[in-house]
């Protein structure tokens, strides 16, 4: 029996009922009929996107997970399955474990099983993580119309605000670290959302003052907001929460949405930050004055 | 715009019609009425599955790509989408467009659009190439039954040559080498017999004295395996047909089938090289007598 076997049949034994149906050379799925596939993939690679020396190997692979999962999300899909390829060095085969205990907690908090994956050695520690998901009622990035409003889920900046202060070797505030290792996928939020007729959706991955830019163009249309607005993490400053992406909170233009409503079924808000125009771009402002954010983030400018 | 964008709308450039519905969150596809959907994930990673001294960053994509899309193989599925999560180091930045021709061109030869990617920054350059197909009748490691023949496609034993003669500081023989760096998934072919009435398939990835005890396991049945028929790639060795994986062909299990017409249509033999009997195993014989493999491929094992 070879390692990878030992490996994948410990992590099978560590997930439990999370996970479904590994063992042949590829997962078979059902797609609920009348809905369409969703699929998503995404890299968290050692000292890019985390550092071991700032959270524990289970908060690696939650991280990872939650952070494919939300992609899921920002279609308003559900999840069917995740895929995972690891690429685990020798010196840390002893963390391998544990970082399939916090992709089995992400998977479990979404409800997603998971169907199978590969594992393969290297030099860099890396989780690729592919998930798949189905939707009656897909929201894209090119959907927002003029005269929606523009909403974003939860508060912004906390996992930037903790990468800035692990940067300057300080302890991020709680609240900050807690939202940069278990984001939380907002997919029951975006399901209510888009059955209430939100016209478009992303995930905060780039931070707001990019993202926003990318459903701008998507939707040939003007995103117009109000940074005074933004709901920003307790330890977080208004800066993290437009330039620092991660948090993985959504941000959805619609109608206008029952703010109240969201808020008591789901224990997070539900902010109005601006409104969609007619034109092209993301415009911010302030206090009624044109403001230009710091610019978001880009894993390939930082080397 | 990101250097990750600009790298991104390189590649769709490059791609052409090959790439499709690229630039949301996550990508859709449609399943087929009556179908299931199947997923495979494969990651190939920098000296590990190759050298970059013995291929060239077209072959690495074209490898990367064409082993993904053989699990899809391995379970008679066709293909509807590839999404890739490339790990790239700065020190390869200008090789990336190469890979992604590489990535091109092996979708191209077996009909699947890419449908999405990741690019991460990284130490290691990697691709995991995560792959959806759909399918009617899905053919599983579980399905060999007694009685049954047990069926190869293609030759083996080219890809582990290469890689034997690269160790040795030589050049392989081409056909070995083009086996390495071209593996052709058997999609068409595996349809072909799963519509014949084929009851189980595994892709040769670990290598045959490896693979057949997986469907062995996975049937509760015993593969009895002549060795002396095995169609052996020229310029390897049975060693290498037996012991080395990644040639990406199939085996499997199926009543007789008319293997010349197979050839006929596909123009690659499709070779019977033993029977499915009760028990339990894989079992090899040479001309009559006990035959013991050297052991399969394990990357882990490796290191």
Same mark, same amino acid.
């Given at each position: 029996?070879?390692?990878?076997?030992?490996?994948?049949?410990?992590?099978?034994?560590?997930?439990? @009922? *999370? !996970?479904?149906?590994?063992? &042949?050379? %590829? +997962?078979?799925?059902?797609? $609920?009929? /009348?809905?369409?596939?969703?699929?998503?993939?995404?890299?968290?690679?050692?000292?890019?996107?985390?550092?071991?020396?700032?959270?524990?190997?289970?908060?690696?692979?939650?991280? @990872? *997970? !939650?952070?494919?999962?939300? &992609?899921? %999300? +920002?279609?308003?899909?559900? $999840?069917? /399955?995740?895929?995972?390829?690891?690429?685990?060095?020798?010196?840390?085969?002893?963390?391998?474990?544990?970082?399939?205990?916090?992709?089995?907690?992400?998977?479990?908090?979404?409800?997603?099983?998971?169907?199978?994956?590969?594992?393969?050695?290297?030099?860099?520690?890396?989780?690729?993580?592919?998930?798949?998901?189905?939707?009656?009622?897909?929201?894209?990035?090119?959907?927002?119309?003029?005269?929606?409003?523009?909403?974003?889920?939860?508060?912004?900046?906390?996992?930037?605000?903790?990468?800035?202060?692990?940067?300057?070797?300080?302890?991020?505030?709680?609240?900050?670290?807690?939202?940069?290792?278990?984001?939380?996928?907002?997919?029951?939020?975006?399901?209510?959302?888009?059955?209430?007729?939100?016209?478009?959706?992303?995930?905060?991955?780039?931070?707001?003052?990019?993202?926003?830019?990318?459903?701008?163009?998507?939707?040939?249309?003007?995103?117009?907001?109000?940074?005074?607005?933004?709901?920003?993490?307790?330890?977080?400053?208004?800066?993290?929460?437009?330039?620092?992406?991660?948090?993985?909170?959504?941000?959805?233009?619609?109608?206008?949405?029952?703010?109240?409503?969201?808020?008591?079924?789901?224990?997070?808000?539900?902010?109005?930050?601006?409104?969609?125009?007619?034109?092209?771009?993301?415009?911010?402002?302030?206090?009624?004055?044109?403001?230009?954010?710091?610019?978001?983030?880009?894993?390939?400018?930082?080397?």
């Amino acid at each position: 029996v070879s390692k990878e076997a030992d490996l994948i049949a410990s992590f099978i034994a560590r997930w439990g @009922a *999370a !996970a479904s149906g590994i063992g &042949d050379d %590829a +997962a078979v799925l059902e797609c $609920p009929a /009348g809905e369409k596939i969703v699929v998503s993939t995404d890299s968290s690679v050692e000292n890019v996107h985390f550092r071991r020396a700032n959270i524990s190997p289970a908060d690696i692979g939650y991280r @990872a *997970a !939650a952070a494919a999962l939300s &992609d899921l %999300a +920002a279609m308003a899909a559900k $999840p069917l /399955g995740l895929v995972f390829a690891l690429i685990l060095p020798a010196r840390l085969r002893d963390a391998a474990n544990e970082i399939a205990d916090g992709v089995g907690a992400a998977v479990g908090d979404s409800s997603c099983p998971i169907v199978g994956g590969n594992i393969s050695s290297g030099e860099e520690l890396s989780i690729t993580t592919t998930v798949i998901g189905s939707s009656e009622r897909i929201l894209f990035r090119s959907g927002a119309r003029p005269g929606d409003s523009i909403y974003v889920t939860g508060s912004l900046g906390g996992a930037a605000a903790a990468v800035a202060a692990w940067a300057a070797s300080q302890e991020p505030a709680p609240e900050c670290r807690e939202r940069f290792v278990h984001p939380t996928p907002r997919i029951p939020e975006a399901l209510w959302l888009a059955s209430r007729g939100a016209t478009s959706a992303i995930d905060l991955s780039d931070g707001l003052s990019t993202d926003a830019w990318h459903v701008a163009d998507a939707s040939n249309a003007s995103l117009v907001i109000d940074v005074s607005k933004i709901p920003v993490t307790k330890g977080a400053t208004l800066d993290d929460a437009l330039s620092g992406g991660e948090d993985y909170e959504l941000l959805v233009t619609a109608p206008a949405m029952d703010a109240a409503e969201f808020e008591r079924s789901f224990g997070i808000p539900l902010t109005c930050i601006g409104k969609v125009a007619a034109g092209e771009g993301a415009t911010f402002r302030k206090n009624g004055a044109p403001f230009t954010p710091l610019s978001g983030f880009d894993h390939l400018s930082r080397q």
